[in-house]
């Protein structure tokens, strides 16, 4: 079994118990908070606002 395969097995809602739907919507909001975290660990913690 492939990577890609094993990774569709378990998303099915049957093993995680999140329908697909609310499991796609928890990835891309984990996403961006670590996009975020990452940002601001780039940034040492500092925002830095357009015109400021």
Known sequence: MK????RAAMAHPAFCGI???HLGE???FL???R?????E???????FWPGG
Not at 35 to 39: A, D, G, N, V
Not at 41 to 47: F, I, K, L, R, S
């Open 3 to 6: 990577i890609k395969q094993a």
């Open 19 to 21: 329908a697909r739907q």
């Open 26 to 28: 928890l990835i891309e």
């Open 31 to 33: 996403q961006v908070v």
């Open 35 to 39: 996009h975020h975290e990452l940002s």
């Open 41 to 47: 660990a780039t940034c040492g913690g500092h925002h």
